[in-house]
């Protein structure tokens, strides 16, 4: 028995200070700019435990698009999810990666959930920050969710970048939930 608990207690603290940390990582990872639209989204998932997954989609692959400056862009085409009348309303979560170059020092990047042709809940793009300009290929993740009423809806994912830059993989998975 003091064998145990010679381990356990060290084990607890370092999980106490893992989640601590990680914690204030996961609060700072996302910022949203007014410049694309005004307004503040909530980006956690709260709503969905009461829910049951209707379906999901995955798709990804080489983009190969040049996303010109100020301009969103499309990386992957619309996908149909379909909100029961029965379940509405529903939970659209979209959780993708897009990677891109690293072109220019101080641009910054953003990732739009589209939902029905326009950013879900008008609240924006959520930013990444800036880059750093290093040539190199980076690829930010993100979990967005928007609520959406009974009926057919699309879904797509944009890219926005303040100086233009090469998009190359992307993937994206798309759930709804009612």
Not at 90 to 116: H, K, M, N, Q
Request: proline share 5%.
């Amino acid at each position: 028995m003091r064998k145990v608990s010679a381990w356990v207690a060290p084990a607890v603290v370092a999980a106490a200070v893992l989640v601590l940390a990680l914690g204030g990582v996961a609060q700072a990872s996302h910022h949203v700019s007014p410049s694309l639209k005004a307004g503040v989204h909530n980006n956690s998932v709260t709503n969905i435990p009461s829910h049951k997954l209707i379906k999901s989609d995955f798709s990804g692959g080489f983009s190969g698009v040049t996303a010109p400056a100020g301009t969103l862009t499309a990386v992957d085409a619309p996908q149909a999810l379909n909100c029961p009348a029965t379940k509405a309303p529903c939970t659209i979560v979209a959780t993708y990666g897009i990677e891109y170059i690293d072109s220019t020092a101080g641009s910054r990047t953003a990732e739009c959930l589209i939902v029905d042709g326009s950013t879900f809940d008008n609240n924006g793009c959520a930013f990444e920050g800036s880059d750093e300009g290093s040539g190199l290929y980076e690829t930010p993740t993100l979990v967005q969710e928007a609520s959406v009423a009974a009926g057919p809806h699309t879904v797509q994912v944009e890219f926005y970048s303040d100086s233009g830059t090469s998009v190359a993989y992307w993937t994206a998975q798309y759930s709804i939930y009612g």
